[in-house]
């Protein structure tokens, strides 16, 4: 080997490093985040974190009741009026969307998905809230529910388009109705991938915290009416994070692991039912 | 004597016709469940498009004073005062673009050696949990982020990264100036690790779909492994991953809580990444329910015009560019 092959040979193997390392880096990344959460969070969970209201401030002890219910209440708001919209639009799209309307409304679509979650929460106050005149946990499950439409339709489609023809054709031979085709036969194949495609964007709204600023607002009492406004983790995250007081951040990085532990079990979830499918 | 046949063999056709997709509009009405089927499904998929329509004229109706107001100043104008009534968007434009451009210096090549790692270097058995790994960064949502940086990154940055920092380059208007520690470089590392994911998705698949051959040729003229990663593969993937990169800037232009927590949320330009800035995002996030009056609320929700014009032109350029690259694989739309 002459000496320009030797160098050669050592950038190959320097570069070799160094992208490793870079990935290393970013492995550590999020093996920093988890560990603060669970080291900041985990000694302020005990049961009276998950039974009981906020106390005024400067007081010490209470917990986050009223935002674990608020979340659950949101996302499922979110998903009740997101899902069906979503899943309709993506079998539109896989079973009739070779158009001229299937390409704008994938367009749409994509739009959307790329849409600053700030930007859906001034629409959602927009349309929603300033009509109705006071805050609500419904505008901000439908603001969630705007974020969510496009994610699903997409993912619907996707996994819809991967069903074999044959399956089709042999549904249709058979003399099923194309409607019954399409749900019984077709989406039924599909059922896995669509639930998969679900729970990861119900995952990533779950955690979401700029459409609920000016819809869901934060509600410092325990309340389950959707009408009103109502709390959730991620605002008592931002409002406790922001907030001056010792127990507050204390509080805010319990309620950090519970929403991350939450996000987590949807994504496992997601990960399971995906495995179903193979 | 046989010649050899010059004239290059015809390819075979390459859009042969794959199996038909039935043509279910044209009998649409046989049956009627199914014309009730296909009304429903359109009128759900209709919901998008009329969702995309009431966003942009709520949007462009609630901004109108402002609009009519100050017209093109809006943008060029650096004075946000709400008791005088004057509002320019300057500040908040150059932060948001700053902040995001800062992020892409760190994130780039994070995520491009992440990419390059998995497809190329990585042994069989790491590459499914690294990349499991990098896109569960993906799921953190954005307001833990926030906590993480205001507890965890900024103590970091002021007790071990800036002082070093300011002895070797402190001379440069880079890092000027007194750090507080909510600033641009904080926000910037924030949104590098948060669009760290997208861009190192999107440039595996586009990587992945570079064909072996281009790595052979390299290989078998010679080339050491990296020099043919460097003068093969990435030339080939390059548009894919230029698409990646602005992909993750419409990401990180309009990423909201993260940043206002960390940015320090001032109007000003200045060219310090030490300083605080303030961003479009975290200006709506932070002023909208503070605005006092019609013109106040007007400006902000320009400001969300403005912003959701930016992404919609960056998103659909970086689409474009990974469609072209990536054309087959489902890479464009599985990352998004």
Known sequence: ?278 | MTTLPLEPVPAPAEDLPGPQEPTWKNRAGVNVGDRVYYVLLTVLALALPGLLLVLLALLVRSSWPSIQRFGLHFLWGSDWDPVAGTFGAAPMIFGTLASSLLALVIAVPLSLGVAIYLTEFAPKWLRQPVAFVVEMLAAIPSVVYGLWGIFVLIPFLRNYVVPPLRAVLGWTPLFRGVFYGSSLLAAGIILAIMIVPYIAAVSREVLLAVPSAQREAALGMGATRWEAVWTAVLPYGRPGVIGATILGLGRALGETMAVTMVIGNRHDIGVSVLAPAYTMAAAIANEFSEATTNLYLSALFEVGLVLFAITVVVNAFARLLIWRVAKGTAAGSRAL
């Open chain 1, 1 to 278: 080997m002459n000496l320009r092959q030797i160098r050669r040979h050592f950038v190959s193997g320097l570069m070799t490093g160094v992208v490793a390392l870079l990935s290393a880096l970013a492995c550590l990344a999020l093996f920093l985040i988890l560990a603060n959460l669970v080291i900041k969070g985990a000694s302020s969970l005990d049961l009276n974190f998950f039974i009981k209201d906020p106390v005024p401030a400067g007081q010490t002890g209470g917990g986050v009741a009223n935002a674990i219910v608020g979340t659950l209440i949101i996302v499922g708001l979110a998903a009740l009026v997101g899902l069906p919209v979503g899943i309709g639009a993506g079998l539109y799209l896989a079973e009739y969307g070779n158009g001229r309307l299937g390409w704008v409304v994938r367009f749409v679509a994509d739009v959307l998905n790329g849409t600053p979650s700030i930007v859906i929460g001034v629409f959602a106050w927009t349309w929603l809230v300033k009509p109705m005149g006071h805050f609500s946990a419904l505008a901000g499950g439908v603001a969630l529910a705007v974020l969510m439409v496009p994610m699903i339709a997409r993912t619907t489609e996707e996994m819809v388009r991967l069903v074999p023809h044959s399956l089709r054709e042999a549904a249709l031979a058979l003399g099923y109705p194309r409607w019954r085709t399409s749900l019984s036969i077709v989406a039924r194949t599909a059922l896995a991938g669509i639930v998969t495609g679900c729970l990861v964007g119900i995952a990533r709204i779950a955690g979401e915290t700029a459409p609920l600023l000016f819809t869901a607002l934060g509600n410092l009492n325990f309340s389950t009416s959707v009408l009103e406004p109502m709390q959730t983790l991620s605002l008592q995250i931002f409002s406790y994070a922001t907030g001056p007081f010792e127990e507050w951040h204390r509080l805010a990085w319990a309620a950090a692991l519970v929403l991350m532990g939450l996000v987590l079990v949807l994504g496992a979830a997601a990960r399971i039912a995906m495995r179903q499918r193979q």
